[in-house]
């Protein structure tokens, strides 16, 4: 797909995934709107990318947040393209710990409110606004990526709800892509493994000594433009359509 004169929306623009695809899709010739929580992160971006690049505030758990991220990058562009790939925070702990107390419902409900939730609110909301652009000579109008997790698939002890999240995104990609085939919008999801990114909250080299061993090959933690460059292909390439790629070196979490 072309991007010249097309806009794209990255939403969690200004986290490890998403600033680096948002310089990627830059590159690639796409004005792109980030849309972040963090407004410090998101404005600083927007001031080094330049034109084509606009920050606004946004809550991937608000319909009204998503609706204005939506509407402000279409008057960038054509909208072609939408990214999702913010984060949030998880229980990170058993369901029932050693006093036998389960953790609570509302803790479950943040986080798939967060990851699954968000992602659909991003999706259904950019897909319909895709589905009122004018055909590319392919017929295609735009595409949607999602980001899941290898969690998504299999998950490590302390992951009940962010794993059930990242299924529901994995299961959701299918699903979305059928219904939305009549109107020439492609839904892709990507699945990291592990990739080195600020949600890691420690120095890089100490991270790479964790987790770089336990991947097979490259024996390292991923770098995020390797996600970024799958997105930018995912965009280029038309028959791509209704399935999750992992992304992770092979690795394959143990219990
Ligand atoms: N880093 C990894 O190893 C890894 C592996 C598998 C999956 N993932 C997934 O990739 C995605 C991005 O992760 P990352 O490592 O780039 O994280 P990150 O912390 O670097 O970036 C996440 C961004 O999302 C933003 N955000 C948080 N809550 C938001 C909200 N409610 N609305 C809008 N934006 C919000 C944050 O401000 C931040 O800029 C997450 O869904 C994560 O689960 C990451």
């Not at 913010?86 to 967060?114: S, W």
């Not at 892509?177 to 909250?201: H, K, Y």
Request: glycine share 12%.
């Amino acid at each position: 797909m072309n991007l010249e004169g097309a806009s794209a929306l990255v939403v969690g623009g200004a986290g490890g995934f998403g600033e680096a695809t948002v310089r990627r899709l830059v590159q690639a010739g796409a004005a792109v709107l980030v849309a972040d929580l963090s407004e410090d992160k998101g404005r600083a971006l927007e001031a080094e990318l330049g034109d084509g690049v606009r920050f606004l505030a946004t809550d991937v758990t608000s319909e009204e947040s998503v609706a204005a991220a939506v509407a402000a990058a279409q008057e960038l562009g054509t909208l072609r393209v939408a990214v999702v790939v913010h984060g949030g925070p998880a229980a990170g702990r058993r369901m029932v710990n050693r006093n036998g107390e389960f953790y609570p419902l509302e803790t479950f409900k943040r986080t798939t409110d967060i990851f699954l939730g968000g992602t659909y609110n991003v999706l259904a909301q950019a897909a319909a606004a895709m589905t009122r652009n004018e055909p590319l000579e392919s017929g295609q109008r735009g595409v949607v990526i999602m980001t899941a997790s290898i969690a998504g698939f299999e998950s490590q002890v302390g992951q009940t709800d962010y794993a059930a999240a990242k299924g529901g995104v994995i299961s959701l990609t299918l699903a979305a892509a059928r219904d939305l085939a009549p109107t020439g919008v492609r839904v892709m999801t990507i699945a990291p493994g592990t990739f080195f990114t600020p949600a890691f909250r420690m120095k890089e080299e100490d991270a790479q000594a964790k987790w770089g061993p336990g991947v097979p090959n490259p024996k390292r933690m991923g770098h995020v433009d390797e996600y970024a460059r799958l997105a930018l292909h995912i965009v280029d390439n038309d028959y791509l359509n209704g399935e999750v790629i992992r992304v992770d070196g092979a690795v394959r979490f143990n219990v």
